[in-house]
């Protein structure tokens, strides 16, 4: 597994724009015949606020793309 931060960035979601969001890549492999890529996209006030995850795994042919975006959130005073 190797995680990667690529820094801040602004996300633009269903409810508008996120600014300074870290962009955290997650990596695995195995021996080349399957492979999964996670991406997070964290707000640090609020938490992740887009998801995304490409999967593939070439000996059973399988090809599996994932993406989730939050949608709405309030924070307590």
């Keep these: 597994v ?5 820094g801040r960035e602004i996300i633009n979601l269903p409810l508008g724009a996120i600014s300074n969001a870290f962009n955290i890549r997650e990596s695995h492999s195995c021996e080349g015949e399957a492979g999964l890529v996670n991406n997070y996209y964290i707000e640090p006030y609020v938490g992740i ?3 995304n995850s490409d999967y593939l795994n070439i000996h059973y042919s399988i090809k599996r793309k994932i ?7 309030s924070i307590s005073q």
């Design 2 to 6: 190797e995680y990667e931060v690529f």
């Design 49 to 51: 606020v887009k998801y």
């Design 67 to 73: 993406e989730w975006n939050l949608k709405s959130y």
